[in-house]
């Protein structure tokens, strides 16, 4: 049996997994997405074109690659029939679990009318639904994308779970469809998702019996998970390692090589706490160069210095055997470059992260920066300063550096 590598977000999601997959997907034989919906979003560049992917995993760019959506992702059937338009011949290469949960129209209506309704302690969710997709999933009221088969009954059961809600949607803004608008809207979904419905841990078992290569495509980033995330401000599903394992049916020893992706600084979408974040200049800077706008949303993301005790905490989270450090060349030109290495918390200096981010301040380190290492393709090309600052974060972190990334394109990447 073969086990199934593993890419993981180390930080707040967009440190750039999408082009990862897709370059190392030339490996494999699968490539399957565990968890989140469209909240994800993986732009990749491949010869000056751009493709950004939200439910898609990032394999797809690959003819010979059969890409699954595993159980543990919430599916929007709309978002998801339009992305696979771009895509020709799917038949056979990409596959939807029937147990994953229906984001359907009504969970992203309730996500933005409750995040209204917090004001400024909005989450800053994407908007798309997910805690409501996910909170109906655990309370047991869910519905699965198997169900997409039975129009009639699915559109049936939902008219009455509308009906047992409608005081609760009432409230929220939020309008009912009628049963006909729905039933049309279920029929036209299963018309089109129906050839690729299946029993997606089945599809695994019998690929790995058969040692046939395997990579998991995290979604988001460790600290938005929900339990070991900056609570409140995180995502509603374990983004970490773990939550593969749930999210396809596999077990823990089917887990190979786990493969961190870390971006050279640290951005952040949404509210919470973010101790490294730069608000003068260099944090501009890092937003304008590292085009620092999210692929799903397209708001602003928040920019900081790396922080070395949230990547050190999140690498042992997910049993990280290496990093890939991602947007190195995003650094080009600044004069020193600050590494978190500890914090100050109650008056003490810890080198761990407490369950309240907001009352700790950064610990930095300062090293010497660079000009430009932009497009290279060789280790030994990089600047001595390149090179101090991944032998850095290897000391601070106890995780080896094997792939450094210096721009959005596919090629321009080191294999260490
Ligand atoms: P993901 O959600 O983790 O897949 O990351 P996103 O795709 O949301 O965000 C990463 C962004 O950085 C994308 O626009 C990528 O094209 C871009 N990117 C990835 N690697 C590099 C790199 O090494 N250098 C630069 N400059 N951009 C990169
Ligand atoms: P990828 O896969 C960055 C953030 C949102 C918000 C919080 C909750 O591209 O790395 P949600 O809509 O999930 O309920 O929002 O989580 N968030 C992400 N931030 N990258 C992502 O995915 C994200 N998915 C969710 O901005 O702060
Ligand atoms: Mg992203």
């Known amino acids: 049996m073969t086990k199934a590598d593993l ?7 967009d440190e750039g997994k999408g082009k ?3 370059m190392l997907s030339q490996n494999y034989d699968l490539v399957c997405r565990s968890g989140g919906g469209h909240n994800a979003g993986h732009t990749i560049w491949v010869d000056g074109v751009k493709y950004a992917l939200h439910l898609v995993p990032s394999g797809i760019l690959h003819p010979n690659i059969i890409n699954i959506i595993g159980n543990g992702v919430v599916v929007n059937p709309e978002v998801l029939i339009k992305e696979m338009s771009q895509f020709k011949n799917l038949e056979g290469r990409f596959y939807i679990s029937d147990r994953a949960h229906l984001n359907l129209a009504y969970h992203s209506l309730i996500d933005q009318a409750k995040e209204r309704l917090k004001g400024d302690k909005a989450i800053g969710t994407t908007g798309k639904g997910i805690g409501p997709a996910y909170a109906d999933k655990i309370s047991r009221t869910g519905h699965r994308v198997g169900e997409l088969l039975n129009p009639e009954l699915l559109s049936t059961n939902l008219m009455n779970d509308f009906e047992t809600n ?3 949607l009432d409230a929220l803004g939020v309008q009912i469809p009628s049963k006909d608008e729905i039933y049309q809207e279920l029929k036209g979904f299963k018309e089109a998702l129906a050839p690729y419905i299946a029993d ?3 599809i695994l078992w019998r690929a790995m019996s058969e040692n046939k290569k395997i990579l998991l495509e995290g979604a988001q980033g460790t600290l938005l998970d929900i339990d070991h995330g900056t609570y409140p401000y995180v995502t509603s599903s374990n983004t970490i390692a773990a939550g593969a394992c749930t999210g396809l049916g596999l077990s823990p020893k089917s887990i190979g090589d786990v493969i961190g992706i870390l971006k050279a600084y640290t951005t952040r979408v949404g509210n919470g706490a973010f101790p490294t974040e730069d ?6 800077t890092m937003c304008e160069v590292g085009k620092e706008y999210g692929t799903t949303t397209g708001r602003r993301r928040r920019c900081g210095w790396l922080d070395a005790v949230a990547v050190r905490y999140a690498s042992m989270l997910n049993g990280v055997d ?6 190195l060349d995003v650094l080009d ?15 003490e200096i810890i080198d761990y992260m407490p369950a309240n981010l907001d009352e700790v301040t950064p610990i930095y380190e300062e090293l010497e920066g660079w000009d430009s290492i932009s497009g290279i393709k060789h280790y030994d090309d990089l600047p001595l300063n390149a090179k101090r600052y991944i032998n850095r974060i290897e000391e601070l972190t106890g995780v080896r550096v094997s792939i450094v990334s210096t721009s959005p394109e596919r090629s321009d990447t080191i294999l260490r």
Do not use: P
């Open 322 to 327: 290496s990093y890939a450090l991602m947007k």
């Open 20 to 22: 990862i997959v897709d």
């Open 279 to 284: 608000h003068g200049v260099d944090g501009q």
């Open 333 to 347: 030109g600044f004069k020193t470059i600050k590494i978190c290495k500890a914090y100050e918390y109650q008056g």
């Open 7 to 13: 890419i993981v977000g180390i930080q707040w999601g």
């Open 200 to 202: 997606t841990t089945q």
């Open 166 to 168: 409608r005081v609760y």
